[in-house]
């Protein structure tokens, strides 16, 4: 197995974290996931990671806790950008195959770790803010929206891309 990065923590092995019942608190920069911001109109600031790892009273690896990110997406209501604070709440079982998967209690999102290489924190990040999306985001009726001249065209144009994990979305019954 590699050696893990110091300080930096940019990956992580989160089976040997959960055996040592580790905490991980820190800001990840939102700027180099491009899945994320392939579905946003905006997404340049920091996500605020708090993940605990550890074992279950069953004894099942897990990883809990809660992401919170700031992201402009597209008002659904006046079609402007609106700023989003993102929230995911992480209650992920760690599993090494299909079989510990299959095993793994109703209350955890599996995360399959086939091998022992270290993973990417911010990949780890990324993919729990993307199923935490809003569906549908859009301002109370007595607010309003950012005004599209306070965007670039370039920023704007983005507005216009669809979002294809509104339905996996959906289907995880987040808001
Ligand atoms: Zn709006």
Same mark, same amino acid.
């Given at each position: 197995m590699?050696? !893990? #990065?110091? #300080? /930096? =923590?940019?990956y992580i092995d989160p089976f040997s974290l959960a055996n +040592?019942?580790?905490?991980?608190?820190?800001?990840?920069?939102? &700027?180099? !996931?491009?899945? =994320?911001?392939?579905?946003?109109?905006?997404?340049? &600031?920091?996500?605020? @990671?708090?993940? *605990?790892f550890?074992?279950?009273?069953? $004894?099942?690896r897990v990883m809990? $806790?809660? %992401? @919170?990110?700031?992201?402009? !997406?597209?008002?659904?209501?006046?079609?402007?950008? !609106?700023?989003?604070? @993102?929230?995911?709440? @992480? +209650?992920v079982g760690l599993v090494k195959n299909s079989?510990q998967a299959?095993?793994l #209690? &109703?209350?955890?999102?599996p995360l399959l770790l086939e091998s022992d290489e270290p993973v990417s924190l911010?990949e780890l990040?990324?993919d729990?803010?993307?199923? /935490?999306?809003? %569906?549908?985001?859009? *301002?109370?009726?007595?607010?309003?929206? %950012?005004?599209?001249?306070?965007?670039?065209?370039?920023?704007? /144009?983005?507005?216009?891309?669809?979002? #294809?994990?509104?339905?996996?979305?959906? =289907?995880?019954?987040? *808001?």
């Amino acid at each position: 197995m590699r050696a !893990m #990065p110091e #300080p /930096s =923590l940019t990956y992580i092995d989160p089976f040997s974290l959960a055996n +040592n019942e580790s905490t991980v608190e820190r800001e990840v920069s939102l &700027g180099s !996931m491009q899945r =994320l911001a392939e579905l946003v109109i905006k997404s340049t &600031g920091d996500a605020a @990671v708090s993940l *605990h790892f550890g074992s279950d009273p069953l $004894g099942f690896r897990v990883m809990q $806790g809660e %992401i @919170v990110a700031p992201v402009t !997406m597209k008002c659904e209501r006046c079609l402007k950008p !609106m700023p989003v604070e @993102v929230v995911a709440t @992480v +209650n992920v079982g760690l599993v090494k195959n299909s079989k510990q998967a299959k095993n793994l #209690p &109703g209350q955890y999102e599996p995360l399959l770790l086939e091998s022992d290489e270290p993973v990417s924190l911010t990949e780890l990040v990324e993919d729990e803010l993307i199923l /935490s999306l809003p %569906i549908a985001p859009r *301002h109370e009726l007595k607010e309003r929206c %950012i005004d599209l001249d306070e965007y670039t065209a370039e920023e704007g /144009s983005q507005e216009e891309k669809k979002n #294809p994990f509104a339905a996996l979305a959906a =289907l995880k019954e987040k *808001h």
